[in-house]
T-cell receptor, first 117, second 112 residues
C-alpha cells in the first residue's frame, strides 16, 4: 500500500512568489490534514478535510494560504504571496476513520521543506 | 505558556540503556496522549497512544500517563541505534472537532 506522498520535497522561492504544495493521501482515506513545523518549533495544525469539505481550518495563519481538495482525493496548499515567516516543513497526513475521534491513526507524508528567501 | 512542554534534547545514550522521554501539559481537556517517532527527512509515525492514567506496554516501549500531574512519559528498554530519532509527544482533545497538539520533540541518539 502506498503511503502519503507529498510534492515537491523541497521548494526554495523568493518572498512575494507563489508556491503550491501537493499531497496525495492514502487511497480511501477520507480525512486529510495539513500541518506545519517552523524551525525549532512544534508541529502545528493548519486544517482538516473530510473528503472535499473543510472540516476545520482554524489553524490557517492568514488569507495568503489557500487549501483545496478537489474530488476528495489529493489536496493542494497554495501560499500567495509567500513571506519569510512561511519557511518551514509542511506535513500532510491522512486517516481512514471517523472525523476526529480516538486516534484513528494519522499517516504522515515526508513533508515539503519550504524556504522563502 | 505552551500547552505542551517537551525538552528538545538532544539526549545521547549508549546501546542497551533505558531511555525516558517526558512531556508536561497544561490543558485538562486533553483526552488522548500519543507518542510519535520521526526519522530524519520522514514524517512522524504513531508509536503508541493512551487514554487513561497508567501504563501501556508494547514490546520495548512503555507509555505512562499521570493525569493528576499532567505528565506523560515514554520509556524505551534495551535501546538500539535504530531507535535514534526525534520523539514527539502529542495530545488530542475535542473542541468542536478533534485537535492534536504536538510537543517540540526530543532528539534521541543511541550510540552503538
Amino acid at each position: 500500500e502506498a503511503g502519503v506522498t507529498q510534492f515537491p520535497s523541497h521548494s526554495v522561492i523568493e518572498k512575494g512568489q507563489t508556491v503550491t504544495l501537493r499531497c496525495d493521501p492514502i487511497s480511501g482515506h477520507d480525512n486529510l490534514y495539513w500541518y506545519r513545523r517552523v524551525m525549532g518549533k512544534e508541529i502545528k495544525f493548519l486544517l482538516h478535510f473530510v473528503k472535499e469539505s473543510k472540516q476545520d481550518e482554524s489553524g490557517m495563519p492568514n488569507n495568503r494560504f489557500l487549501a483545496e481538495r478537489t474530488g476528495g482525493t489529493y489536496s493542494t496548499l497554495k501560499v500567495q504571496p509567500a513571506e519569510l515567516e512561511d519557511s518551514g516543513v509542511y506535513f500532510c497526513a491522512s486517516s481512514p476513520g471517523l472525523a476526529g475521534g480516538p486516534p484513528d491513526t494519522q499517516y504522515f507524508g515526508p513533508g515539503t521543506r519550504l524556504t522563502v528567501l | 505558556q505552551k500547552e505542551v512542554e517537551q525538552d528538545p534534547g538532544p539526549l545521547s545514550v549508549p546501546e542497551g540503556a533505558i531511555v525516558s522521554l517526558n512531556c508536561t501539559y497544561s490543558n485538562s481537556a486533553f483526552q488522548y496522549f500519543m507518542w510519535y517517532r520521526q526519522y530524519s527527512r520522514k514524517g512522524p509515525e504513531l508509536l503508541m497512544y493512551t487514554y487513561s492514567s497508567g501504563n501501556k506496554e508494547d514490546g520495548r516501549f512503555t507509555a505512562q500517563v499521570d493525569k493528576s500531574s499532567k505528565y506523560i512519559s515514554l520509556f524505551i528498554r534495551d535501546s538500539q541505534p535504530s531507535d535514534s530519532a526525534t520523539y514527539l509527544c502529542a495530545m488530542r482533545f475535542y473542541t468542536g472537532g478533534f485537535k492534536t497538539i504536538f510537543g517540540a520533540g526530543t532528539r534521541l541518539f543511541v550510540k552503538a
